[in-house]
């Protein structure tokens, strides 16, 4: 039998810093809700806004899957790997954590703001060499279609992780349906609408809501207004 469980954009947690406005659907730092640690493997989607010319000094991960989705503006991405970089709307940006990393990312512009996504995922393999790769996308690619921006093969589309996981990105246009069936019968779907009007299945989704939804093959979105959403298929057990 199918399973939902329904964040509305106005129940996550949120921290104000003045420079970072950071909406958080799961524990995160001092937002501790024991009903919303995780979705399967996927442990952190923090909604970021960030002040011009500021951002998060240099700090540690380990044995995480890091993924960063930019949605409006340049972020500076730096890291202990040797990388400087700038993210851009349109890119993905990946980092296995592995045996550990430090990084540091700034919003690039000293007149407008950065708006991403920040991702962690748990992966099915600890202590990996860190690694960091970044993509630019055709935005084109997801008009009325799933793009896939992640998975678990670099032969695949997208970025790719140690984990069992693909992500797409889309942008319907009013009115359009599509099904999403998927790829393995130990995952979950987790819907994040970052724009517009969907119904995913029956449920009805408003901008920055988030729908999980287990023990299915398929999904169905409509757009009841023109909509970017993300969808993220993850293992639904954690790795032992």
């Given at each position: 039998?199918?399973?939902i469980?329904?964040?509305?954009?106005?129940?996550?947690?949120?921290?104000?810093?003045?420079w970072?406005?950071?909406?958080?659907?799961?524990?995160?730092?001092?937002?501790?809700?024991?009903?919303?640690?995780?979705?399967?493997?996927?442990?952190?989607?923090?909604?970021d806004?960030v002040?011009?010319?500021?951002?998060?000094?240099?700090?540690p991960?380990?044995?995480?899957?890091?993924?960063?989705?930019?949605?409006?503006?340049?972020?500076?991405?730096k890291?202990s790997?040797?990388?400087?970089?700038?993210?851009?709307?349109g890119?993905?940006?990946?980092?296995?954590?592995?045996?550990?990393?430090?990084?540091?990312e700034?919003?690039?512009?000293k007149?407008s703001?950065?708006k991403?996504?920040?991702?962690?995922?748990?992966?099915?393999?600890?202590?990996?060499t860190?690694?960091y790769?970044q993509?630019?996308?055709?935005?084109?690619?997801?008009?009325n279609?799933?793009?896939?921006?992640?998975?678990?093969?670099?032969?695949?589309?997208?970025?790719?992780?140690?984990?069992?996981?693909?992500?797409?990105?889309?942008?319907?246009?009013?009115?359009f349906?599509?099904k999403?069936?998927?790829?393995?019968?130990?995952n979950g779907?987790?819907v994040?609408?970052?724009k517009?009007?969907?119904?995913?299945?029956?449920?009805?989704?408003?901008?920055?809501?988030?729908?999980?939804?287990?023990?299915?093959?398929?999904?169905?979105?409509?757009?009841?207004?023109?909509?970017?959403?993300?969808?993220?298929?993850?293992?639904?057990e954690?790795?032992?």
């Open positions: 039998m199918e399973n469980v329904l964040h509305k954009a106005e129940t996550r947690g949120h921290a104000n810093h003045g970072l406005q950071s909406y958080h659907t799961f524990s995160f730092a001092n937002y501790r809700n024991a009903e919303r640690m995780n979705f399967g493997v996927l442990r952190i989607l923090n909604d806004t002040a011009p010319g500021m951002g998060f000094g240099t700090h991960h380990r044995n995480m899957e890091i993924i960063s989705i930019p949605l409006e503006g340049d972020l500076k991405h890291d790997m040797g990388n400087t970089t700038t993210i851009h709307y890119d993905v940006q990946v980092m296995s954590a592995g045996t550990g990393v430090q990084h540091s700034f919003n690039k512009n007149d703001q950065v991403f996504l920040q991702i962690w995922v748990i992966p099915n393999k600890d202590n990996v860190p690694r790769d993509i630019s996308l055709n935005k084109k690619d997801r008009v279609r799933f793009q896939q921006i992640l998975s678990p093969s670099s032969e695949d589309e997208g970025v790719w992780i140690h984990q069992n996981a693909w992500f797409h990105l889309a942008n319907f246009e009013n009115g349906t599509s999403y069936k998927l790829k393995s019968k130990d779907l987790y994040f609408n970052l517009g009007d969907i119904t995913v299945n029956e449920q009805e989704l408003a901008t920055r809501d988030g729908l999980g939804i287990w023990n299915t093959n398929e999904l169905t979105v409509k757009a009841n207004s023109d909509s970017e959403f993300l969808l993220m298929e993850v293992p639904m954690l790795p032992k």
